[in-house]
């Protein structure tokens, strides 16, 4: 399956950071924790969140609609540990593919909530190849939903009354 509108980019062309780089190896390590007993098909991601780096692996379930993707799978872990509130700025992504890994439509949308726009995601495969982009070009014109702030949102909401509830009557 070919990626549509992204550059492919050999692995001895693309100039990744050493701060990139370290990510890339922390998704190759978490890669080796994925429980895919089905497909076999191991994916590793690692998110950057403020100085600290969150693993994640995709996890199979036996029915493939609760199988959770190794992306989602750091985003909820950084939420679990109390580390979503530094803010998602970049993540790496390892599978054994031809070509560096593609994330799915839910990942990008999570991420997109997640990381906005500018996000840096760092596609990569198990023999070196990487392609980076932003998910403003993963996901063009993702979705986000716009909620009012707390305060006025509280004022608007009226309380409800409590009701009792009469039993039924007998015939």
Do not use: W
Request: glycine share 8%; with cysteine.
């Amino acid at each position: 399956m070919k990626a549509v509108g992204l550059k492919h980019t050999e692995a001895n062309r693309t100039r990744l950071t050493p701060d990139e780089r370290k990510l890339v190896a922390a998704a190759k390590k978490a890669r080796l924790r994925a429980h895919a007993h089905q497909s076999q098909f191991k994916v590793g991601a690692a998110a950057r969140y403020g100085n600290e780096i969150v693993l994640g692996c995709n996890v199979e379930s036996d029915v493939y609609g609760l199988t959770n993707c190794a992306e989602r799978t750091a985003v909820f872990a950084a939420h679990a540990n109390g580390l979503a509130r530094k803010g998602l700025s970049m993540i790496a992504v390892v599978a054994d593919t031809p070509e560096p890994v593609v994330l799915c439509g839910a990942c990008r949308q999570v991420l997109f909530e997640q990381g906005g726009p500018d996000l840096r995601v760092i596609m990569c495969n198990t023999r070196g190849n990487v392609r980076v982009a932003t998910l403003a070009e993963l996901l063009p014109g993702g979705f986000r939903l716009e909620t009012m702030p707390k305060r006025r949102a509280a004022a608007a909401a009226k309380p409800r009354k409590a009701t009792k509830r009469e039993p039924p009557h007998a015939p």
